[in-house]
């Protein structure tokens, strides 16, 4: 260190004796973290006369400004007074990592920038507020491909990634049950039909029955009527709570119909989560309700609190100055400004409403928020809420998936990130969150633009015509991309996923089925592992034991045509080399349930159960298992007179249940030769 380096720490050492410096920020601790930076922030970091660890020991007595979303970073040194000093030390850490990071989820300043960008009419200040934004968050997020740092627009190549643990996420299983089929194994849903394992309680039309089935001979014990103009659509159970979500419809008030007069009908529609107490499941008592604005869409549970989504859709021609003929409502109050996200597509008058209660005070909601979004889908992890949608950027002729994750813990929600990757995600399968990255497989479809001759010319001239191809890309905690693999499968598209540990595994099809197997265990350097090509294609996968994966879909000749559903078995123990070691096709049928409802499929490997329905020229029930000799062994082939939709299987203890509508049939689950049936 030079005189002029010690003359500039002793004077800043000097200015701070008497200023309180945090724990965390002195200089040893300071130092400590600042270590941990990744070596490109080092590089990216602008100093005056300080470098190395010496910016470290002088970096809580100056001044850090971070430049948000750009990943420059700048220590400005200046003559500062203790307080001053003091002030501009408690800028974290963490709080330097989050601007560098992907573009955070923005909220709402107030209604009125709501009510500009769900009706697309911003003003040029705003407009250029949100391209600046969007830029900032694609830059980002993956300067290959979409708009790069310096602006400029790029198409990365593509290249060609794993092992598995053979863990099967997907059953949501207990000790001697089977209930609903979840999409993450510690995350609880909701369906039509539950059980705890004693009892099944069934949603049907507006009431849901309680049979007791501890003995051979079901029994009705109660019964909870829903009134009044409402629409139940699914239940959860846990412990001593039964919860049943509906849609109600009200009138509005003699003021709301006035204010609405001009934008709308009146009647209002909300989501309602009512809550019933099962101490005396003769005599179930309700606890009381919560509610949302809008339309319910699903729900979600972690421990004791549970997620509702609802989907709000504002009139086009709502009054400006009238909040509430926009705004969802949670409770019966309008969301605060500061608790809607932005931006979504601008031009959408739809909302994504997620609230949050305590099964241990039904009545009260912890905390909401409202996404502007248009549609998409979510996938919940453990840990956090991941909205995506498909976009469409007139500016960069590109097709999207937006992405905005919300963290949840305890009923609190927050906004962490949002960025955007190019390609469409099928279903919530092909996005998985593992050790904090998320993971996504995407198809990514070529995009057409006008040329200056006024033709339509190919934006990406590197596909094919008419051609399509799929990605695989791995974010980190701030939704960064830190790993991808492109350009698969040319002309194919992704038709199933299973995320199984460090290892993925997807279904893309064109007429032949490659079952691609990628290592995701270096989040920076994913690699294709093998492809396995075989005829037809399956549209759901499913772990079934220990490296052993089920696929479920359809079988197809050399030129694509359809020949039945096929059951599939691949081992997957070597995912360097995945065989298909036995199949079976389901001649004159062209369709499963699974294909479109994951929540419908009777799959555990413990009990070698494979349930689902099969559409041909009637529906029908099957039940297979397997056996390494014979293969697949359907033991339950039985024809329903409803559909998929309606029907679902469990089991409890040794017996098998299979519930359609109001009926509801049981079978030894060893020869499934029936026992009993009733109907509700």
Known sequence: ??????????????????TEIPEGLKPEEMEKRLEAVSEEMRKETKHTGLIGKYAVVAAAAILVVGLAGTGIWKLNLGTKTADQVKEQAKVSIEELEDQKASAKVETAKNYEEVYNEMLGDQSDSDKESTSSSASTADSAVDSDFGVSANGSQE???????????????????????????????EVGEADI??????????????????????????????????GGN???????????????????????????????????????????????????????????????GGYYRTVRISGDYIYLFSDYYADYNANRKVAESYIPTVQGKTIASNCIFLPG???????????????????QIIDSKAILSNGGDCYVSEDNIYVYEYVYDEKEDYDQTLIRKISYKEGKLKGVAQTKIWGQVKDSFCIDEYDGNLRLVTTVNPVYHYGKDGGIELYDASVEENGSSNALYILDKKLNVTGKIEKLAPNEEVYSARFMGKTAYFVTYEQVDPLFSA????????????????????????GYGEGRLLGIGMETDEAGAQDGVKLSLFDISDPTDV???QKTVLEGFYATDLSYNYKLAAIDSKQNLIGFSAY????????????????????????VNSYGSEIRGLYAGNRFYLVQGNAVESFDLNTFDKIDDIVL
């Open 1 to 18: 260190m030079d005189e002029k380096e010690k003359r500039l720490l002793e004077e800043i050492e000097a200015s701070c004796q008497e």
């Open 155 to 185: 198409i990365a190549t593509l290249e060609g990634g794993a092992a598995s643990n053979g863990t099967d996420k997907a059953v949501a299983s207990g000790a001697g049950y089977l209930d609903t089929n979840t999409r993450e194994e």
């Open 193 to 226: 039909v539950k059980t705890d394992g004693n009892y099944l309680y069934i949603l049907y039309g507006n009431k849901i029955r309680i049979l007791d089935i501890r003995n051979p001979e079901m029994e009705e014990l109660g019964m909870i009527r829903i």
């Open 230 to 292: 409402t629409d139940p659509v699914e239940l959860y159970v846990k412990d001593d709570r039964l919860v049943v979500f509906y849609n109600e419809t009200v009138q509005k008030n003699s003021d709301q119909a006035e204010d609405s007069s001009a934008y709308g009908a009146d009647y209002q529609s909300y989501t309602v989560a009512e809550t019933y107490d099962l101490s005396d499941r003769r005599e179930p008592v309700s606890l009381g309700s919560v509610q949302l």
């Open 345 to 363: 597509t601008i031009g959408t008058n739809q909302f994504l409403v997620v609230g949050s209660f305590s099964l241990k005070d039904p009545t």
């Open 519 to 542: 290592d995701l265990s270096d989040p920076q350097n994913p690699k294709i592992l093998g492809a396995l090509k075989i005829p037809g294609f399956s549209d759901y996968l499913h």
């Open 579 to 581: 065989t298909e070691v």
């Open 616 to 639: 041909g020229d009637g529906t029908h029930y099957f039940i297979y298992r397997y056996d390494e000799k014979e293969g697949f062994v359907c033991v339950l082939d039985k024809e």
